[in-house]
């Protein structure tokens, strides 16, 4: 625990304000980042009021939780470079508990998912992302790039007419004629722009020029397009986020029932806190590793944890709806060229001044240019290469890519990551249980050795079993396990069985070259464990009292 806070202090280290090895902070370095971070806020205003509609709230709960899950995760993340703020994966989950109970219980949720989040930290959990295979990456990736296409489709339709739901396609009535193809139009203007720009100039992030050329062209012409401002009646104008406790009596900052600080109160929330808690650990974990793989670091998944827990346990006392890694955004930050914590920071402030004093400026941009910006990077993030090795890697790994893509897009992140790990740990206990057999000889002196290939764990312990011919065989039997490996505690029983079987039927069997926890474990004829030098030490993965008996130990 020591040591995992220790690692988050020292995240301000000034070898985090470099971007690559070799070059140091420089001016031409900050106003890279200070683009790159203005490009990330104004692409984080739509989605962050989308997910507030997505999750029955005010836009500005959206905003907040941009802004300071946003603010405190660039500070203290465990990755420079990534960005985190309102998220549709969270919203979607967070829709039934608004309806039902009002904001205030959500902003108790938040608070007790980011306590979670710390707890998962503290305990370095983090480190299980890399169980993660992948195939399951690819699937991910390639899913969440459907997801942002999807999400922006909603911008298709005409301003007051959508609901939106966890894709941004709910229903309204979809732009035709001469306002369609002039939306289409400018968000092609746009993706040409962030094309060309960085073949004219890299003095610019493409994105934000994108943005600030296509804007300026619809302002002066007047040209009568969906903005930003037609997203919400209310506008973004507000104030600093207020500190608030949602627990308590009484009415809370939207006119609703705060949560009294009760066990009744817990029960209604909990449910919901582990599962934003996992979902917004699973999806920044998977971001902090892609970041990770596009700019050649390495991050802290732990610290990540931690910096999450206490954005949101902050944004929760704030009137914030929570959050966790953005892939879209992080994806803007990076090819913007934002490499240090700087252009997060940046991105967190500039959304601050949108809110506070820039939102008549903001409101003004069209969505078409926004619409552009999320298009190219959802090209940069589809993982293209996926679709000629489906032919080349195994059918399983093929199926996994597919899977948790689909799932991705028809469900949700956590669930899509959570099936493909299952599906590819069954393929491969599949593929392992079908590799034990057995090489057998008999010695000069009568006794027959059956020499072990293969692990020997639960999905092979059957087919262990079945390989002794033990009517058959004579009264001395050996069996080598050289060349295998015991794993769990369903091999060490069926290690018993098989001897059982041979001392029913009045023979002798000898069991060679199992490591010294085996020794330890085993509990049938301890006298015909053979101990050698050679014996090998690795530890089982099984931690059971050891129970008197005859086989001796592992």
Known sequence: MRATLAAFTKNMDVTDLRWNAGEGFTPSRLRIELLSGLTVALALVPEAVAFAFVAGVHPLVGLYAAFLVGLITALFGGRPGMISGATGALAVVMVALVAQHGVEYLFAT???????????????????IRLVPHPVMLGFVNGLAIVIFLAQLGQFKVPGTMENTGHGMGGGEWLSGGPLYLMLALVVCTMAIIWVMPRITKLIPAPLAGIG??????????????????????GISGTFPPFHNPFGDGLGLYGTALAPFTLETL????????????IGLIESLLTLNLVGDMTNSRGGASQECIAQGVANTVTGFFGGMGGCAMIGQSMINVKSGGRTRV???????????????????IELIPLAALVGVMFMVVIGTFAWNSLTILRKVP?????????VTVVTVYKDLAVAVVVGVIVSALAYAWNNARRIHAKSYTTPEGAKVY??????????????????????DPKEIIVDFADSRVVDQSALQAIEAVAGKYEAAGKRIQLRHLSRDCHQLLTKAG?????????PDYEIAVNYQVRTGILGGH
């Open 343 to 361: 252009a997060g920071i940046a991105a967190a402030v500039f959304l601050l001044l949108f809110i506070l004093v820039g939102s008549s400026v």
């Open 110 to 128: 938040v608070v007790l998912m980011g306590l979670l989040q710390i707890f998962a930290g503290i305990m370095q959990w983090g480190k299980f």
């Open 395 to 403: 059918l399983t790994d093929a199926f996994v890519i597919l899977l």
């Open 451 to 472: 020499q072990i290939q293969g692990p020997l764990f639960f999905g092979s312990s059957d087919g262990f079993v079945e390989m002794f011919d033990i009517a058959g």
């Open 527 to 535: 006298h015909l464990m053979i101990d050698s030098d050679d014996d």
């Open 267 to 278: 029960y209604i929330i909990l449910p919901y806190a582990v599962i934003l808690a996992a």
């Open 213 to 234: 050329i296509v804007a300026a062209i619809v302002i002066f012409t007047g040209m009568d397009v969906p903005r930003v401002g037609d997203l919400t009646p209310d």
